[in-house]
């Protein structure tokens, strides 16, 4: 070999996108099988491989039966033979990913992590009503105390200087670092950056917008409010953005789950970074590539044979995190926008929660309209948008085979209305039942009128009237000795912990039993 091959690193240009399974035997130790041999049926024919100590000159082989499938996507078996000669027969439930096969006894195995990829096709169309959701915990270290010292990160966070369209680097570098936040320094370094843009900002009630926002999945609507640089942002984020869901764990283990902005996945079709367009400031060819050189595809380990944005946290559903949809609640007909609280822009709005103002995205909607007949000569130009047409939101998956018809917002609210107490229950996750009124009402809307501070039943709320060393207990809380401060997890809140009447009847999803609280708590 040349001295040129000696330093080559050689990867192969062809078969990225093909099925694989791979299969790994292990004793009843959970060390590897070694001995065991694999034989996989697919497509008509049959491949075989034996998990052996090394079968290269000064090597060791990993100890897992690589299988390739091409285009194939459906096993029809595996069998895998023992070193005692027992044999172990299953069919796999998908493909792409690993299955770690268990030795319990001669004939007996088990199979663990077989969470493969069901087809290519159904990670495509849609996604699961409830996701596997994980907790994200940011453990790297930062000697940051204020926005400034955050601004001053900007070239350790983009490398190329070019932030544009890339603010899932800003919220990566605080999510990557969330345990060393409170809860109010993780909201307010989210609000210091662009979503669309990638820009510094500085909060203010002036940059503060208000605007609904739809699930990733179109189930629902919510409004919230995005610090922006500039009014344009609020026509891209409009077409384009959409909200998804998110826990953190923050300083002192307290876990919340946020509401984030996102954008579909880039990195779907990779070629359409350095695909040419023409930009509306100059009128000259441009690519992503060159515009938004911070927006780079890496190999999905999850998803092997896909790619996903480099430098990304995602969201529940699978989608890079880009900002935060703050004091987020659900949508009514107070945030539609009208006649009369259209297309004034500079004109600020009171916050429905009382704090401070904010301007309307309805404000916005004759600036946008004139905007996209000049060609998007403004804010960021095409770039985000070039950025954002190119994933897709999938869709919710019907449950069951059944359609997906859960009803919502008023719409269950004529479901539940009138259902005596059994059927109230028994449709729990869109109803609830108050004892004292004896009465069914929808999941979300039962009235509160008993504790001021909760009429929008969100766990922000309940946890600002339970932070009070008095109040603490009573809200299922837990008081530290040091500090007296009050440790609430939202995820831990019980009803039959709430000690208090009014705050049971205040809680969305709890209702007063005969001798305590009951239900399952259900924050807005």
């Given at each position: ?326 004091d987020s609640m659900p949508m009514d007909d107070s945030f539609m926008c009208t006649e009369s609280t259209s297309n004034q822009p500079g004109r600020m709005t009171e916050a429905p929660n009382g704090n401070g103002k904010y301007q309307s995205a309805c404000e916005m909607k004759r600036n946008c309209e004139r905007r996209a007949e000049q060609g998007y ?148």
């Open positions: 070999l040349s001295p040129v091959c000696l330093g080559s690193l050689r990867r192969a240009a062809r078969g990225e996108s093909n099925n694989y399974l791979r299969i790994l035997p292990k004793t009843i130790h959970g060390a590897p099988a070694r001995g065991a041999r694999v034989d996989l049926t697919a497509g008509g024919r049959n491949q075989m491989r034996i998990i052996d100590s090394g079968s290269g000159y000064l090597c060791q082989m990993e100890p897992v039966a690589h299988f390739g499938l091409g285009k194939i996507t459906e096993v029809e078996n595996v069998r895998v033979q023992w070193p005692d000669a027992s044999v172990c027969d299953f069919v796999p439930k998908g493909i792409n990913g690993v299955i770690s096969v268990l030795y319990l006894a001669p004939g007996k195995c088990d199979l663990i992590d077989a969470g493969v990829t069901p087809t290519e096709d159904s990670v495509d169309e849609c996604v699961t009503a409830k996701p596997e959701t994980s907790v994200m915990v940011g453990e790297s270290t930062w000697d940051g105390k204020t926005t400034d010292d955050f601004f001053d990160e900007y070239f350790n966070i983009f490398k190329s200087r070019n932030r544009n369209s890339a603010s899932h680097k800003w919220a990566a570098f605080i999510l990557e670092r969330s345990m060393q936040f409170t809860e109010e320094e993780f909201v307010l370094y989210f609000g210091s950056f662009c979503p669309v843009s990638g820009s510094i900002v500085y909060k203010s009630d002036m940059k503060r917008y208000g605007m609904t926002i739809s699930h990733v999945t179109g189930a629902d609507v919510r409004f919230g409010y995005m610090y922006f640089c500039c009014w344009p942002c609020v026509c891209d984020t409009q077409d384009f953005i959409r909200y998804d869901t998110k826990t953190v764990r923050m300083l002192d283990g307290v876990e919340k789950e946020f509401t984030f902005v996102v954008e579909a996945n880039p990195c779907e079709d990779e070629s359409k970074l350095e695909a040419e367009w023409i930009e509306p400031f100059r009128g000259q060819k441009t690519t992503l590539f060159a515009s938004a050189p911070e927006l780079k595809c890496v190999d999905d380990a999850k998803h092997p044979g896909k790619k996903m944005l480099e430098g990304a946290i995602l969201s529940d559903n699978g989608y890079p995190i880009i900002g935060m949809l703050h000569n403004s804010g960021m130009g095409m770039i985000f948008r070039k950025v954002a047409e190119i994933g897709a939101y999938k869709k919710m998956c019907a449950v069951d085979g059944e359609k997906n018809d859960k009803p919502s917002g008023n719409d269950s609210a004529d479901v539940c209305e009138g259902k005596n107490r059994g059927d109230c229950k028994r449709a729990k996750d869109t109803c609830s039942w108050v004892g004292e009124e004896k009465k069914c009402y929808a999941a979300g809307s039962v009235p509160y009128t008993d504790l001021p501070g909760m009429e929008d039943g969100t766990f922000a709320s309940f946890k600002k009237i339970c932070s009070s060393k008095e109040m603490c207990k009573a809200c299922g809380g837990k008081l530290k000795k040091k500090n007296n401060k009050c440790v609430l997890k939202e995820k831990k809140i019980r009803c039959n912990k709430l000690k208090d009447q009014s705050l049971c009847t205040s809680v969305p999803g709890c209702s007063l039993g005969k001798k305590s609280c009951k239900g399952k708590p259900k924050f807005n």
